[in-house]
């Protein structure tokens, strides 16, 4: 009687938190209490010999919830609404389909004209889009994929995983342009089963939102929002409490690593290596944002939320703080958030009625957050790299090795500091930060004829961010290594603009792929924090560029630097401190190269 009902489960599968409206888990504090059971539901659902003993949102098609397609103009579709949304994927357009944890944006993955017409409506210009497949066979046909991965692919959870693209033309040169790298994941409903059987072939699955807000969760809301986005929406009456994106994850050196924190992962905790005497709130950072409650002895984490950059999701990041804090039946008494006094979740944690709110240098969280995860109580050795940071000295970080032992940090070495000119917008206009790393390394004097990037930058706009950079205006300065990879990515790919936050890392990481390249030269300086100077390597770049040497031998050899560095400033410390562990924090090191 359940035969291709989109919405089976039993007690070991289907939703849990993102229909839980309270604790403790039962159907009554479900989003399911809207739907009665009918005779044949109740008698399962009561019978301690079925397996949908207790399987709270068991359902039927008698007396579940229900499917509906309706087109934008809210005109519902007569038909099968999964075979009338398959219809509308292979005539090219785009469907909104609301699924466990919010809505998905899908499209054909192989048909290139519906790709970028689903990037011209969403404002995505080129950050890659996740793709659905039916099954493992379909996805080795189109991708690279090596058995640590597939168990991946394979696992419970069903997480987005970054694979190596396999053959031109799997799927649309628009899905991922620019990347070596696809997401990949399998269905992890039997809505998604029913509709990429049906469909026969890869959809894009991307979030259900505009860019830089929440995912969509309620149908009016979806409608709303996305209407000048998609030309259908496949909806269903199980309410959403709760939003889950996908998670994500990748392997490197042979082990899973997640990238985003989401569906299938929340809300299990992390088992810490000591016991929280009170309740205590982690607000968590400015991008990329997830809170967390340590209780007793676990580190309880809520799903990726976002950016803090918009008032949509800031409110979903109240709401998620509530949420955790409803279902673990706690009021949260300390508060820890970021150093940076502007961040949204640096203003909600002041704002709370608490006693005690505890400031975090960002990057001493990154290695304090591996020692909770891997048990580790002594002091380690960790190196904290990514973008940015606010520092403890005012300044921004993000290339840093510390000693840390618990609530106690030393600075041991950072990187030389680059200039920022225009502060934020040299985030995205990534040939400023070039700019102002080679004029550091020539003395003020940045040779820019023949080099490419530089051709199609007005010289007027040069001219400016020259004199920023000269006279120290609106140019703060930035130790962050995720800030060399854009300088040094630019340079190479002759991108002067990120179209997303870290793009051109990204892709400067993917170039960089030769093995047992040189090194540059580079220099570490004896003062206290010890700094990494790269400026001959900027020089050795420029004359290199001009001679035409080819960018995926420079890429390489500049990674192969920065192991060279980290290598030597962890021997250097390492004799000063004697053994200790040694920790990798911070997103460069997501860089599976």
Not at 195 to 201: S, Y
Request: glycine share 8%; charged share 25%.
């Amino acid at each position: 009687r359940r035969f291709r009902y989109p919405f089976i489960n039993c007690t070991q599968c289907g939703p849990r938190y993102t229909i839980c409206l309270d604790v403790p888990y039962d159907r009554a504090r479900t989003t399911m209490r809207a739907f009665a059971l009918c005779p044949a539901c109740d008698r399962e659902y009561r019978d301690p010999q079925s397996r949908r003993f207790h399987a709270e949102p068991i359902a039927c098609p008698a007396c579940g919830p229900r499917l509906r397609l309706i087109e934008t103009g809210n005109r519902e579709l007569r038909g099968d609404p999964i075979a009338e949304a398959a219809r509308v994927l292979r005539d090219g357009r785009i469907v909104a389909i609301k699924g466990l944890g919010g809505f998905h944006l899908a499209c054909d993955a192989r048909n290139q004209s519906a790709v970028q017409r689903l990037r011209r409506r969403k404002h995505r210009e080129q950050k890659p889009f996740a793709v659905m497949y039916s099954t493992l066979a379909a996805i080795g046909s189109d991708v690279v994929v090596r058995e640590k991965e597939l168990e991946l692919l394979r696992d419970v959870a069903r997480p987005i995983v970054l694979l190596r693209k396999g053959r031109d033309g799997a799927v649309a040169a628009a899905v991922a342009p620019g990347n070596p790298w696809i997401g990949v994941f399998l269905p992890y409903t039997p809505l998604h089963e029913l509709l990429l059987a049906e469909f026969g072939g890869p959809l894009v699955m991307t979030s259900g939102n505009r860019s830089d807000e929440p995912i969509a969760i309620r149908d009016d809301e979806a409608c709303e929002r996305l209407r000048e986005i998609a030309d259908a929406f496949l909806l269903h009456d199980r309410e959403i409490a709760n939003r889950c994106d996908d998670s994500v994850a990748r392997v490197i050196a042979g082990h899973p690593v997640l990238i985003r924190r989401a569906r299938g992962y929340v809300p299990a905790p992390v088992e810490t290596p000591g016991q929280f005497r009170q309740p205590v709130l982690g607000c968590g950072a400015h991008l990329k944002n997830a809170v967390c409650i340590g209780h007793d002895g676990f580190a309880w984490l809520g799903p990726h939320v976002g950016d803090l950059e918009t008032d949509e999701t800031c409110g979903a990041y109240e709401a998620s703080i509530a949420h955790l804090a409803r279902i673990l039946r706690v009021s949260p008494q300390v508060a820890a958030h970021d150093l940076h006094p502007d961040y949204h979740s640096t203003r909600v944690a002041l704002n709370m009625p608490i006693k005690r709110r505890f400031a975090v240098q960002h990057h001493h969280a990154h290695i304090a957050a591996v020692c909770a995860e891997y048990g580790l109580r002594v002091p380690v050795l960790g190196l904290a790299w990514d973008g940015t940071g606010a520092g403890a000295d005012g300044t921004s970080w993000g290339g840093e090795l510390l000693r840390v032992d618990g609530p106690r940090f030393e600075r041991l070495a950072t990187f030389r500091p680059i200039a920022l000119p225009g502060g934020d917008a040299a985030i995205r206009d990534v040939w400023r930060i070039a700019l102002a790393a080679i004029d550091d390394a020539f003395g003020g004097e940045a040779p820019v004829d023949g080099l490419r990037l530089f051709d199609a930058i007005p010289r007027e706009h040069l001219a400016a961010v020259r004199s920023l950079i000269a006279q120290r205006t609106n140019a703060p300065r930035a130790h962050g290594v995720g800030r060399y990879f854009d300088a040094v990515g630019a340079l190479l790919l002759s991108k002067g603009r990120s179209a997303y936050e870290g793009q051109v890392a990204v892709e400067c990481s993917a170039l960089g792929i030769e093995r047992d390249a040189p090194p540059f030269e580079f220099e570490i300086t004896a003062e206290s924090p010890q700094q990494v100077d790269l400026r001959a390597m900027f020089r050795a770049l420029v004359f290199l560029l001009r001679e035409n040497s080819p960018p995926e031998e420079l890429a390489g050899r500049f990674q192969a630097t920065l192991v060279h560095v980290a290598a030597s400033l962890v021997r250097d410390a390492l004799k000063r401190f004697g053994r200790l562990p040694v920790i990798l924090g911070g997103g460069c090191f997501k860089n599976a190269q």
